[in-house]
């Protein structure tokens, strides 16, 4: 996970105010949502949690894991984040907590009426290109965070953590933008994840299908317009609309994603997994890899390297 998308972890509870050593808890409570602060001191297993409301997880310290939708346990680390329908019981393992080195998570328990007075407006205002609806969506549950999200996860801890007079109305604000990023990043998910079987019905799925097949080719944003029978300006508004992010922006970290492939091996230089993933521009490439990764690109070749030693 890049460090540029990790949250900002909390300080710890001091001795006194710790009543538990398992899923200890603080709270602070507000009109719209609740946020509470979880730390674990020791190592435990199966410990059930349960929210009337929708709840947004995001680990700050340490690791979990985590069991639910009676899927298989998967790791849940900082830098990710987990969202829980209402009133369905997430179980949790720590296998690495210990005084010295406690987990700690945060979650986020929004009330069900703010949730629906944010999906009514964005429906009447600002529908979706597609025949959906805005609604989220609890198939993708799981995911590392972007930028955008970390930053608005950090903002809303610092609101509710402390005291201003209109923190109600400044968490009212952030949280209609956080419900509106996780939207369209599970749409993101969504759409490439099923992109062949959409991409006759789907105007996106389309260009993103496109996109993959031609990644290391030159990309003209023209003639992705076209192929989503959108004037240019409507198709770059329209797809950060739903997906979050620009078409430009969507191919380079494509191609990020792509070049660290190359550089995984340890046969390929830097330049060479610049150019196989569609850059031509070394630095440019360079100066996005640390936007995108939060490291240069040598960096992260010196760490593939020592891993390989």
């Known amino acids: 996970m890049n460090n540029v998308n990790l949250l900002t972890p909390l300080g710890l509870s001091n001795g006194k105010e710790l009543r538990t050593l398992v899923e200890n808890r603080k709270a602070y409570t507000m009109n719209h949502c609740e946020l ?26 340490g690791k979990k894991v985590m069991h639910l939708f009676d899927k298989p346990g998967f790791d849940y680390l900082p830098g990710e984040t987990v969202i829980v329908p209402p009133n369905i019981t997430m179980t949790i393992d720590f296998p690495e907590a210990t005084a010295q080195q406690p987990s700690q998570c945060t979650a986020l328990a929004i009330n069900q009426q703010e949730i629906t007075n944010t999906l009514d407006y964005l429906n009447e205002h600002y529908p979706r290109e597609d025949k959906y609806a805005w609604q989220l969506n ?30 109600d109305v400044l968490a009212s604000f952030t949280l209609k933008e ?6 369209q990043m599970q749409n ?16 996106f799925a389309y260009v993103l299908e496109y996109i993959k097949q031609h990644l ?11 192929m989503a029978f959108m004037s240019k300006p409507s198709f770059f508004r329209a797809f950060k609309h739903e997906l979050g992010i620009s078409p ?27 150019f196989k993933a569609g850059f031509n521009n070394l630095n440019y490439f360079s100066r996005a890899f640390k936007k995108i990764e939060g490291i240069t690109p040598s960096l992260y070749k010196a760490g593939i390297n020592g891993k390989v030693h």
């Open 248 to 274: 430009v922006d969507y191919i380079i970290k494509e191609r990020i994603q792509l070049a660290k492939q190359f550089m995984n091996n340890p046969y390929n230089s830097i330049s060479e997994a610049c």
């Open 188 to 203: 993101l998910h969504e759409v490439k994840d099923n992109m062949h079987e959409l991409s006759t019905g789907s105007r």
């Open 178 to 183: 956080l419900l509106i990023r996780i939207m």
């Open 36 to 61: 509470n602060v979880f730390e674990t001191y020791e190592r435990s297993e199966l410990v059930p949690l349960t929210f009337s409301d929708l709840v947004i997880t995001s680990m700050l310290r």
């Open 216 to 226: 290391t080719e030159k990309l003209n944003i023209d003639a992705l317009s076209q």
């Open 138 to 167: 609890y198939k993708q549950f799981h995911f590392f965070n972007n930028y955008e999200l970390a930053q608005l996860i950090n903002k809303l801890i610092r609101i509710s953590t402390g005291d201003a007079l209109t923190k």
